[in-house]
């Protein structure tokens, strides 16, 4: 088993499993110190408030489900009691819609509309989770990651996403933001359908590529049942 942390102030984001395996995400409560190699010090932490843990969920290959994972990822963090935030700066404005949607009984969540600027996020967030666009401009991609601590890239199970995948992952590994900092890059399946050989491919191309394999998210129909409440599974 392996154990991957992200660190962010007082907030720990961590991925334990086996690679190839479905994982367990966990989110804890922590104190960074010499063990946590990803903490960042802002100004903010330094009057004694955490920095915000920024997660970027992106791909240029349209339709891999950045939406859904980017929404389901920020309703968890919202219901573990995170102040979260939301931005999409997708033009189709997906994830606005999804928030719109949101009933006033579930956690809160802000949302941001980036679609045309990227405008600063408000004061006192624990957590920014980023949709970013299929078409991601070189200015606006190397800005988006530039923000990030953490890059969650969705592959669907298809020859054609997987080798726009990997044209993607290699060009977030020439940003000096992430090849100078060492930015952890982590590769989720989606939709994917169990004992398939679409399912067994991706497994197998998960497998030869340098970022971690986050698991995989069933290619099952309550992701949308659940979206067009404004709600997710997670």
């Not at 939406?67 to 309703?75: E, M, Y």
């Not at 819609?97 to 509309?113: K, N, Q, S, V």
């Not at 592959?155 to 060492?182: C, E, I, Y």
């Given at each position: 088993?392996?154990?991957?942390t992200?660190?962010?102030?007082?907030?720990?984001?961590?991925?334990?499993?086996?690679?190839?395996?479905?994982?367990?995400?966990?989110?804890?409560?922590?104190?960074?110190?010499s063990?946590?190699?990803?903490?960042?010090?802002?100004?903010?932490?330094?009057?004694?408030?955490?920095?915000?843990?920024?997660?970027?969920?992106?791909?240029?290959?349209?339709?891999?489900g950045?939406?859904?994972?980017?929404?389901?990822?920020?309703?968890?963090?919202?219901?573990h009691?995170?102040?979260?935030?939301?931005?999409?700066?997708?033009?189709?404005?997906?994830?606005?819609?999804?928030?719109?949607?949101?009933?006033?009984?579930?956690?809160?969540?802000?949302?941001?509309?980036w679609?045309?600027?990227l405008?600063?996020?408000?004061?006192?967030?624990?957590?920014?989770?980023?949709?970013?666009?299929a078409?991601?401009?070189?200015?606006?991609?190397?800005?988006?990651?530039?923000?990030?601590?953490?890059?969650?890239?969705?592959?669907?199970?298809?020859?054609?996403?997987?080798?726009?995948?990997?044209?993607?992952?290699?060009?977030?590994?020439?940003?000096?933001?992430?090849?100078?900092?060492?930015?952890p890059?982590?590769?989720?399946?989606?939709?994917v359908?169990?004992?398939?050989r679409?399912?067994?491919?991706?497994?197998?191309?998960?497998?030869?590529?340098?970022?971690?394999?986050?698991?995989?998210?069933?290619?099952?129909?309550i992701?949308?049942?659940?979206?067009?409440?404004?709600?997710?599974?997670?």
């Amino acid at each position: 088993p392996q154990r991957t942390t992200v660190y962010s102030g007082q907030l720990a984001w961590c991925w334990v499993g086996t690679p190839g395996a479905s994982p367990t995400w966990s989110l804890q409560s922590c104190v960074p110190g010499s063990d946590s190699p990803n903490a960042r010090h802002s100004g903010a932490e330094a009057k004694g408030q955490p920095p915000m843990m920024v997660v970027l969920v992106a791909n240029t290959k349209g339709g891999c489900g950045k939406t859904t994972v980017a929404t389901n990822l920020a309703a968890a963090l919202a219901s573990h009691g995170h102040r979260t935030a939301l931005a999409d700066a997708d033009r189709q404005r997906s994830s606005l819609e999804w928030a719109r949607l949101r009933p006033g009984t579930a956690a809160p969540i802000t949302a941001l509309d980036w679609s045309k600027d990227l405008t600063a996020p408000p004061k006192g967030l624990d957590c920014l989770v980023i949709d970013a666009p299929a078409a991601m401009k070189k200015k606006d991609a190397f800005e988006l990651v530039r923000m990030a601590d953490v890059i969650v890239v969705p592959v669907l199970p298809s020859v054609f996403d997987q080798g726009s995948t990997t044209a993607f992952l290699a060009r977030l590994n020439g940003l000096k933001a992430v090849r100078k900092s060492h930015k952890p890059v982590g590769v989720l399946r989606n939709r994917v359908r169990a004992r398939t050989r679409a399912s067994a491919r991706l497994a197998r191309f998960l497998a030869e590529i340098e970022h971690a394999d986050l698991g995989a998210l069933p290619d099952r129909a309550i992701y949308n049942d659940v979206a067009a409440e404004g709600l997710s599974i997670f």
